[in-house]
C-alpha cells in the first residue's frame, strides 16, 4: 500500500481546523486527519478493535467542540504539542532510515506522547494505548488482507431473501475463520429496523459452535450501544443471561455493523423469546414470571435500585415522538422576514401555530444524528448523544462538502423553512387507523356517553408536566423480542441500545405496549367496537386492579388480560409513592402514542394504542385534580369523562 506523504496529511489536517474553526494545529486535526486516510494502518486498527474512524473522529470533535466564527490571527500555527509530535514522528523516519514522515511514524508519535485529547478520547472507548501502539508499530500493509470466504447457510425457519449484501458482508467479517455460518432463523417482535439473528458458527471440520444473536444495524446504533453495555449493564447482569460478545464488527467500507451476544438456550434446547412463550403461557402464569424471572432476577441491579427523581416530563419523553419540525435548508444570503426562532426554553404553544413554507431559527440545539447520503442532519434539545434528547428537528438539504457537522455539537444557529409537522404525521398516522370518529377532535368516544382526550391534541400538556417519580438503570427498550426465555424458564434480555438511567416505570409501560400489541389484540377482533371493549377492561384495571368478567368480552380475552394485570402490581413497586400512578400514566401516555405510528404494528394493536394513549390521559388528568398543595404541577385543561347527557 502506498504511504501518505506528510504534506498531504497535514493539508486535511488544516482543513479539519478550518472545518472547526480552531485556526491552529494540534494533534487532534492531525489524528483526524490519519482516519482519513482510507485503508490506512489507523483505520485498519481501529477497526480491528471494533470502531470506524467516523466514530472516533464524531468522538474527538465532541470532546474539543467548534470555535468561534471569528478569526483572532492570520494562518494556522502548530500547538507546542504539535510540534513536539512531529518532532518525535521525524526521529522515528530517520531511526528506519527514512527522511519523510510516514502515516505510521506519526501514529507512533501520538500514541507514545499519549498526553493528547485523541488518546484521551480512545482511552475513553474502550481502547488500551499499548495494544493500538504496538499494533501501529508492527502491522504490516504492504499486501491487501485477504479473507477466507465464509459459506452462508439458511436454517428451514429463516427466509434468505431478507439479508441483504451489506448484511452478508457483516456476518463473514464476523465469523472470519469459520468454514460456515448457518442462519437459523430471526428474532421478531420488536419494531427496530435492526436484525437480530440467531446464527449458528461451524468449524472447517464440521463441529458447530454455540448459536450466538447476532444483531445488524446502522454502524453509529451499533457502535453506541456497545459502549452503553460496558457503561450500564456488563456488571449488573445476572450470572446466567446473555452477554456482549468480542468488539463490534464495523468495516470501514460499510454503512452497518454487527455485535454477538451469548446465546442461552430454553430448556427444549431451543432459543426462543418472550413472544413466543406469551401466547403459549395462560396470562396468569406470563404475568406470575414477568414478576419471578424478570423483575426479581434483574431488578435487584436495575429498577429495584429505584431512587427519587423529579423531572418535566419533555426531557425523559419527547423523544419516542417524531420530529417536531422537519426543515428545508434556508440557503439564501439574507435572512428572510417574519422567522420564528426556537431555543430553550421552548414554547409549544408557539409550536402549534408553524405551518408548512414558515421560516424557522433554531439556536443552540444538539447534533444528534448526520446523515451524509440523504444529506440530513438531526437536532434536539436535551443532554448528549449517550443520554436523553427533546424536541428533535430534522434538516434536510445539507450541503457536507460546505460545512461538516458532528454527532453532539451544539449548533448555534441554523435556518430553514417548514416541510413537516410533528402533528402532520401524528394526524397522518391515526387517519390510517380508519378511525369511526372525527380524527382531530377535541375528544374520541369510548361509549356513546362518554369521551376520551383526543391524544394527538391533547399530549401536549402532558409534556409540560414537572412530576415526581424513580430513576433507576432501564433497558429503554423492553419488549416481548428483547427478553429471551433461557433455562428453567429464566430470563434474558438483549439489545441494550437504549439502556441508560432514565424514569423506572417507561421499562414497564413500554412492556404493556408491547404485551396489549402481541398478546392481547393478536386474539381480539380488529373494529373499533372489539378494541374498546378491550379499553374498558383496562380502565377497570386502573380503578380496581384486577379484572372484571365479562361474558362479552370473552374467556380468551379476559385471560390473556391477566398478564397485564401482574404487570401493574410490578410498576407499582416502581413508583415513587405506591397509590400515586400519575408518573406511570404520563409514561404510558407516550409510549402508546409512539405506538401509533409504527407501521409494521398490525391495525388492531395501532387502533388499541390510540385508545390507550386517550385512557391514560385521561387518568392523568383526573389525578391532577387534587387540593391545593399537591406536589405535582396541575394541568388547567384537565377534564373527566364528559357525557352527552
Request: hydrophobic residues 40%; glycine residues 6%; aromatic residues 8%.
Amino acid at each position: 500500500m502506498a504511504n501518505t506523504a506528510l504534506k498531504d496529511i497535514l493539508i486535511s489536517a488544516r482543513q479539519e481546523s478550518h472545518r472547526m474553526r480552531h485556526f491552529y494545529l494540534a494533534v487532534e486535526h492531525i489524528f483526524i486527519a490519519l482516519l482519513e486516510i482510507k485503508g490506512g494502518l489507523t483505520s485498519s486498527i481501529l477497526e480491528d478493535h471494533g470502531l470506524t474512524p467516523e466514530y472516533v473522529t464524531d468522538s474527538i470533535r465532541r470532546k474539543i467542540g467548534k470555535g468561534s466564527r471569528h478569526r483572532l490571527w492570520a494562518g494556522i500555527p502548530n500547538t507546542p504539542r504539535t510540534d513536539v509530535i512531529l518532532d518525535i514522528a521525524h526521529e522515528l523516519a530517520v531511526a528506519d532510515g527514512r527522511q519523510n514522515i510516514e502515516e505510521r511514524d506519526l501514529l507512533v508519535a501520538i500514541l507514545e506522547e499519549n498526553s493528547s485529547t485523541s488518546t484521551r478520547v480512545l482511552s475513553a472507548l474502550g481502547l488500551a494505548i499499548d495494544e493500538i501502539q504496538h499494533d501501529a508499530q508492527t502491522r504490516t500493509l504492504s499486501r491487501p488482507v485477504q479473507q477466507t470466504f465464509v459459506r452462508i447457510d439458511f436454517g428451514a425457519d429463516f427466509e434468505p431473501k431478507s439479508l441483504g449484501k451489506d448484511e452478508l458482508f457483516i456476518l463473514r467479517r464476523m465469523f472470519h475463520g469459520y468454514a460456515q455460518v448457518r442462519i437459523d432463523r430471526r428474532l421478531t417482535g420488536g419494531y427496530t429496523p435492526a436484525l437480530l439473528l440467531i446464527v449458528t458458527p461451524i468449524q472447517v471440520d464440521g463441529r458447530e459452535d454455540a448459536a450466538v444473536v447476532v444483531k445488524i444495524g446502522p454502524t453509529d446504533t451499533i457502535l453506541d450501544e456497545a459502549q452503553r453495555y460496558e457503561r450500564y449493564v456488563k456488571g449488573t447482569l445476572p450470572p446466567l443471561t446473555a452477554r456482549l460478545e468480542d468488539k463490534p464488527t464495523a468495516p470501514e467500507t460499510s454503512e452497518v455493523a454487527g455485535i454477538k451476544y451469548t446465546l442461552v438456550r430454553g430448556s427444549d434446547g431451543n432459543p426462543h423469546n418472550l413472544r413466543t412463550f406469551a401466547h403459549k403461557w395462560e396470562g396468569a402464569e406470563l404475568g406470575k414470571w414477568l414478576d419471578k424471572q424478570l423483575y426479581q432476577g434483574f431488578g435487584t441491579t436495575w429498577w429495584m435500585q429505584n431512587r427519587p427523581y423529579r423531572f418535566e416530563v419533555w426531557r425523559e419523553y419527547d423523544w419516542l415522538l417524531p420530529p417536531i419540525l422537519t426543515l428545508e435548508l434556508f440557503d439564501g444570503e439574507k435572512t428572510p422576514p417574519d422567522i420564528h426562532v426556537l431555543k430553550f426554553p421552548i414554547k409549544r404553544s408557539k409550536l402549534s401555530t408553524l405551518e408548512y413554507g414558515d421560516t424557522v431559527v433554531v439556536e443552540n440545539f444538539i447534533v444528534q444524528k448526520v446523515d451524509q447520503d440523504k444529506q440530513t442532519i438531526q437536532l434536539a434539545l436535551g443532554q448528549s448523544s449517550d443520554g436523553g434528547y427533546a424536541y428533535q428537528i430534522e434538516i434536510r438539504g445539507i450541503n457536507f462538502d460546505y460545512d461538516t457537522y458532528y454527532r453532539g455539537e451544539i449548533v448555534e444557529r441554523i435556518i430553514g423553512r417548514i416541510w413537516k409537522t410533528r402533528n402532520e404525521q401524528l394526524k397522518h398516522a391515526v387517519s390510517a387507523l380508519h378511525p369511526d370518529f372525527d380524527a382531530e377532535a377535541e375528544r374520541i368516544p369510548l361509549t356513546d356517553e362518554k369521551k376520551l382526550p383526543n391524544p394527538i391534541v391533547t399530549y401536549q400538556e402532558i409534556m409540560d408536566q414537572t412530576i415526581n417519580g424513580t430513576l433507576s438503570t432501564v433497558h429503554g427498550d423492553l419488549h416481548v423480542g428483547n427478553i429471551l426465555i433461557g433455562p428453567n424458564d429464566s430470563a434474558l434480555l438483549i439489545d441494550f441500545e437504549r439502556t441508560r438511567d432514565g424514569h423506572t416505570v417507561f421499562d414497564w409501560a413500554n412492556l404493556e405496549v408491547s404485551l396489549l400489541s402481541d398478546r392481547v389484540m393478536s386474539i381480539a377482533d380488529s373494529d373499533w367496537d372489539s378494541v374498546r371493549l378491550v379499553l374498558k377492561q383496562l380502565m377497570i384495571i386502573n380503578q380496581t386492579g384486577d379484572l372484571q368478567k365479562s361474558d362479552e368480552l370473552g374467556s380468551e380475552l379476559h385471560d390473556a388480560l391477566q398478564a397485564i394485570v401482574q404487570l401493574r402490581i410490578i410498576a407499582q413497586h416502581c413508583l415513587a409513592k405506591p397509590d400515586d400512578w400519575l408518573e406511570y400514566y404520563a409514561a404510558l401516555a407516550i409510549s402508546a402514542l409512539r405506538a401509533v405510528t409504527w407501521e409494521t404494528m398490525h391495525l388492531p394493536g395501532r387502533r388499541l394504542m390510540l385508545l390507550v394513549s386517550a385512557m391514560a390521559i385521561y387518568e392523568f388528568q383526573k389525578r391532577q385534580q387534587k387540593p391545593e398543595g399537591d406536589e405535582h404541577t396541575p394541568s388547567p385543561d384537565a377534564t373527566d369523562f364528559i357525557s352527552n347527557n
